[in-house]
């Protein structure tokens, strides 16, 4: 079962979905713009954003990491602190 969803395109979009379709490169407009809608989904769903973070800090970043470890002393030492209140 679908659902329908309203949604303004401006002109050229439109066309271009029209030629898509004269082209039989999708049986109607709606069939085009739920592909372009899953793709997207599946381009920014948790999944892909979570493989983008692995990506994009696979390797350690050693310009940081003194910053990273002073900070997470702080925090510990802060934690500690406040749980001896």
Do not use: K
Not at 7 to 13: F, G, M, Q, V, Y
Not at 17 to 43: F, H, K, M, S, Y
Not at 47 to 69: F, V
Request: net charge negative.
């Amino acid at each position: 079962m679908s659902v329908p969803v309203t949604a303004r395109l401006d002109p050229d979009t439109v066309d271009a979905l029209d030629r898509a379709v004269d082209a039989g490169i999708a049986p109607t407009r709606g069939a085009v713009i739920v592909a372009a809608v899953r793709e997207w989904l599946q381009n920014h769903g948790e999944d892909a954003i979570a493989e983008s973070y692995r990506r994009r800090y696979a390797e350690p970043d050693t310009d940081h990491d003194p910053l990273i470890a002073h900070l997470a002393s702080f925090s510990v030492a802060a934690c500690l602190a406040a749980s001896e209140r």
